[in-house]
């Protein structure tokens, strides 16, 4: 990597797209690396987020996801945009970090529960739209409140799937598991959301 | 005297000390038997292997008690043995599956899980009597199997 | 309804199926309400979730995300370039002599006060897994100790066998 300094202002990188950037950056232009992480900052943060469900920890693995991508801008090729290649690091990123976490505790019966399977196949199916009459905002944050609730695994393969855009096989391949298993934590997933998303539906016409 | 020699025995006069502490000799098992048992999981109330027989009563009930989707169990096989203090024993439990049982430190149990000869992972713990020590995964077609070990009556 | 069949549904809807299952799948929904219902349920699960994740902004000044960022990167180029003479390792360099009777006599204290505290403790758990993940659960009351694997089967879901187990 070539020596880190910088050539040019921040106000020249600002006009420049993603990858006139990257290429600036490869050579050492670090205030080009910092327009870029300026740009794409609270997409990374807000996935990392999403994932981890703690500030902290979303602050942390983001920044790790900024340097890692700094020493693998060669490996840009553009075949996708910046902010989609940025995204799949800080997957990587917390997955990793949700895999050392899992191996560290035994987890609750609820959590094994999740993951072995079974109750979705007693959850009545929701008939009534839980989500018709709410302000799009408003929507997020019960679906945000709802996947707080979800163990990581069946979080990730959900926002893989739904936030991503990943078919299964990607999604087998980024979490380091089999299709079949993929497929039973995305369902268990979406069935647990329908549950949660009606059970807020039920609080909000109560009250 | 130098340091190097104050220092080599101050060791060797731990080493001793914590050799007489740390082997006591009721920590030296006596033979231990055992019962290990196959079991396999499925939603289906009977087997396609007219092998397979109804698993004990006391364990269904403890894993049916266990919040998995699997409505039945089945015993694939059941095999007691006896597995004495410097002994590792195998005992194969189906034509993929096999365990290694071994007394380990400090009164607690060894296995091995062994599958299509591939060790697969250990656990070591106490295995008190009347507790179960399960070890379990998914199996094709969405069903899964369990090993079970408990100390035999 | 069996789980196999929910997962169909659910591959319906991905667009995970090749052609002639999707028509297999809406000839079983042409007659089947359950199924239907169930359609309908993880068909407006997806709707709610199109919306997108909320918008975050990060909770830190640019300046100061970056500064931590810059100063990690400026780190590792400076340990990658320079040998570190400040450090444990070169510490330990010059301290090898006694390196092995005092860690030698370290590593026994541990030793010995690791074991006299696990011989008070009722049960203790090491599990070791050589392969794929594992999940251990205890329940005290139930006397039961058990320790989920992904492995074999997980792992006998190859995507040649995916059909199979679809499309039985």
Known sequence: MASVEPSKTASASAVLDDMALVQAARQGDMAAFEELVARHRDKIYARAYSM?????????????AWVRAWQRLDQFQGESSFATWMTRIVINVCLDALRRQQHRRAESLE??????GGVERFMPVVTVNPTAG???EELRTRIDAALAKLSWAHRTALILHSFEGMDYKQIGQAMGCSLGTVMSRLFYARRKLAALLADLKEERTES | MNARGILLKCLACVAVGGLALTSPAGLRAADLKLEAQLIWGTNESRSPNPKHKAVQAEIAKRLKDLPFKWSHYFEVNRQRFTVSAAETKRVQMSDECEITVRQAEDGQVELVLIGK???VGKVVQRLPRHELLVLGGNAPNFTAWFVVLRQAD | MKFESQLQ????LDGEMPEAQRREVEAWLAWDPEARALLNELRQTDAALAVGDCDLKLPESREFYWSKIQREI???ETADSVPDRSGVWHWLTLWRRWLVPVGGL???TVALIWGAWFSGRPNSLEVVLTSGNGTTYRDQARGMTLVWLSFPAENRFPEDELDALLFY
Not at chain 3, 9 to 12: G, V
């Open chain 3, 74 to 76: 400026r780190r590792l």
């Open chain 1, 134 to 136: 709410l302000e799009r």
């Open chain 2, 117 to 119: 000869g591939r060790r």
């Open chain 3, 106 to 108: 370290a590593i026994l």
């Open chain 1, 111 to 116: 959590e094994l529960e999740e993951e072995a």
């Open chain 1, 52 to 64: 981890m469900r703690s500030e902290q920890d979303a602050l942390d693995l983001s920044q790790e």
């Open chain 3, 9 to 12: 549904l659910q591959a319906y």
